[in-house]
């Protein structure tokens, strides 16, 4: 495979692996978009339990920030841990008497650390607070894992001895810890209806004021971690970065393709003589030079003529012409005419001059090939 079909075919490789990734990458944002939205329908949204508080008698609206005043329920949508900041922000909200739910996908960023149990999808799990009307009612958890805590202040559903959906107070206000919040996706709900049940049943039991506020902070980067600004950069430009990497991959290694591989060493080939021949005659017209030119072919003549005739090449021209017509049969007598020429040359034009030089030079070429030719040699 030649060096070039080698380049085009990485440089080819290269696209094909960009474009899949990117691909890839636009499908994950996509997704971002629609997980645990309030208003999305996707399999990953949360339009489903957004519908059930509404026929339940809930005002639900989102926000983007946190709620000026407390008279309303918080629904805190977390997929990562919040920042020590963002912590802080809303835990101090709480404390000043705001109720916040949080439906955390992985551990819960408003209580303290909690442990990581292995369950099994899809299993169901009874509560043991018949007080709060939740002891006919299952939930159904979504994964293989949860987050847990073994000694909440108040715990609704737990495995074994330990909770993963669990009440705390907190100054003035209180936390609810959903730690399953896929179990509420429009997904889980198709399946197992009764989970919004046991949200619904919750929610009367504490927050009775009929309003809630889904405050989404899934896929939340913390903008003021600086310890996590480069790798945040590569993952909002990686395709850029991705890119620029091969680039510099495909270059450093053309640059390199050299290194320790004998390249052939190519030697330049002279011209033919007729082209050089013409190309001075042209550079000798321009000059104006004529005579020169023609002085040159004159002798050029005289000398093949001699190599022909076997006669020294000093010897007067008309007799090298003789000769030469001896051994030829009389066959350039016309040569003799240039001899007069040569003994007393005149000014010519451009015409004359042309004329003569390639007369004089088919003559030489002539006598080459004749030189060569069967017959001078048997002779």
């Not at 079909?5 to 499908?27: D, E, Q, R, Y």
Request: hydrophobic letters at 45%; one cysteine or more.
């Amino acid at each position: 495979m030649s060096k070039h079909k080698v380049i085009m075919g990485l440089v080819a490789l290269g696209l094909l692996m960009g474009i899949l990734l990117f691909l890839s990458w636009v499908s994950l944002s996509q997704k971002k978009l629609v997980a645990y939205d309030a208003n999305s329908y996707g399999p990953d949204g949360l339009k489903a339990l957004d519908l059930i508080l509404k026929k339940s008698g809930y005002q639900v609206t989102l926000v983007h920030s946190l709620p000026v005043n407390h008279q309303s329920l918080l629904i805190l949508v977390t997929t990562t841990r919040l920042s020590a900041k963002q912590q802080k922000t809303i835990l101090t909200w709480v404390s000043a008497g705001g109720n916040v739910l949080e439906l955390a996908s992985s551990w819960p960023s408003l209580t303290r650390e909690s442990d990581i149990l292995d369950v099994t999808a899809g299993r169901p799990f009874q509560s043991d607070a018949a007080n709060l009307n939740l002891s006919g009612l299952t939930y159904h958890i979504s994964k293989n894992w949860v987050p847990v805590l073994d000694d909440p202040e108040q715990g609704f559903y737990e495995v074994g001895d330990q909770y993963f959906i669990y009440r705390s107070s907190y100054g003035s206000g209180s936390i609810i810890n959903w730690n399953d919040i896929a179990g509420l996706t429009n997904r889980y709900l198709k399946t197992f209806p009764d989970n919004a049940a046991v949200l619904v049943t919750l929610l009367r039991s504490f927050y009775p004021s009929g309003r809630v506020s889904f405050y989404n902070m899934a896929f939340v980067s913390d903008n003021s971690d600086t310890d996590w600004r480069l790798s945040m950069v590569f993952s909002r430009y990686w395709i850029v970065c991705l890119l620029a990497l091969m680039a510099i991959i495909l270059l450093i290694w053309k640059l390199a393709a050299r290194f320790g591989r004998p390249r052939p060493l190519i030697l330049a080939r002279g011209r033919p003589f007729d082209e050089f021949v013409y190309s001075m005659a042209g550079l000798f017209q321009q000059a104006k030079i004529y005579q020169m030119v023609l002085d040159n072919l004159w002798r050029d003549l005289l000398k093949a003529v001699a190599e022909l005739t076997h006669m020294p090449v000093a010897a007067a021209p008309e007799q090298l012409i003789a000769g030469l017509n001896v051994h030829t049969g009389n066959h350039y007598r016309s040569l003799s005419d240039f001899c007069s020429y040569f003994d007393h040359p005149t000014k010519l034009s451009k015409e004359q001059f042309l004329t003569i030089a390639l007369q004089l030079d088919a003559y030489r070429k002539e006598l080459t090939e004749w030189r060569k030719s069967s017959q001078f040699v048997t002779k």
